[in-house]
């Protein structure tokens, strides 16, 4: 065993004998010192006991005082509850659910909104004819269509178109060289 192990035991030793202390006396009252004397003061020792019990049974308990102040008032209470958050509440530790972030989503492009007629290879450049409703027009790479759409490139079977408000490209399919 080690020295560890017989301080621990000495020491719950030591602790039950002070707890247990003397099982006679009953809670609360405090035994008497003994002093040891002579034979000739123990009889004037046992006659100065014997008064110190008989003053001791002879005092009166004191009565409890009650404070000038009522310790709670109705309103009072009532007023602190209302204005207060209640010190106790029940607190549960599961985590507040997540908030919900609509997602904002960016602009798009509308839809490409002429209709394809055809194309021409004329001078050495593609020329694609377009038609919206009752209007229809030649385009060439680098034309701008209604300040809105410009003509990146031209090579069959794809025509690359940039929407100019967003910046963003979109690919029409304009069919292949004939």
Same mark, same amino acid.
């Given at each position: 065993?080690?020295?560890?192990?017989?301080?621990?035991?000495?020491?719950?030793?030591?602790?039950?004998?002070?707890?247990?202390?003397?099982?006679?006396?009953?809670?609360?009252?405090?035994s008497e010192a003994v002093?040891?004397?002579?034979?000739?003061?123990?009889?004037?020792?046992?006659?100065?006991?014997?008064?110190?019990?008989?003053? &001791? !049974?002879?005092?009166?308990? +004191?009565?409890?005082?009650? @404070? $000038?102040? %009522?310790?709670?008032? /109705?309103?009072?209470?009532?007023?602190?509850?209302?204005? &207060? !958050?209640?010190?106790?509440? +029940?607190?549960?530790?599961? @985590? $507040?659910? %997540?908030?919900?972030? /609509?997602?904002?989503?960016?602009?798009?492009?509308?839809?490409?909104?002429?209709?394809y007629l055809g194309q021409?290879?004329?001078?050495?450049?593609?020329?694609?004819y377009l038609t919206l409703?009752?209007?229809?027009?030649?385009?060439?790479?680098?034309?701008?269509?209604?300040?809105?759409?410009?003509?990146?490139?031209?090579?069959?079977?794809?025509?690359?178109?940039?929407?100019?408000?967003?910046?963003?490209?979109?690919?029409?399919?304009?069919?292949?060289?004939?």
């Amino acid at each position: 065993m080690s020295l560890r192990w017989l301080f621990l035991i000495l020491a719950l030793a030591v602790t039950t004998w002070f707890s247990v202390g003397n099982p006679d006396s009953p809670d609360g009252v405090v035994s008497e010192a003994v002093v040891k004397s002579t034979p000739a003061e123990a009889s004037s020792a046992s006659r100065s006991a014997v008064k110190t019990v008989a003053t &001791e !049974a002879s005092l009166t308990r +004191l009565k409890v005082r009650q @404070p $000038p102040y %009522p310790l709670f008032d /109705a309103a009072a209470v009532a007023d602190m509850a209302d204005k &207060e !958050a209640p010190i106790f509440h +029940l607190q549960s530790w599961t @985590p $507040p659910p %997540p908030k919900v972030v /609509a997602k904002v989503e960016l602009p798009k492009a509308p839809p490409w909104p002429y209709v394809y007629l055809g194309q021409q290879y004329s001078q050495g450049e593609w020329w694609v004819y377009l038609t919206l409703g009752d209007d229809a027009r030649a385009v060439k790479k680098g034309q701008i269509l209604d300040t809105k759409y410009r003509i990146e490139k031209i090579e069959p079977p794809n025509m690359s178109v940039t929407y100019l408000p967003l910046n963003e490209v979109q690919t029409v399919t304009i069919g292949a060289f004939k």
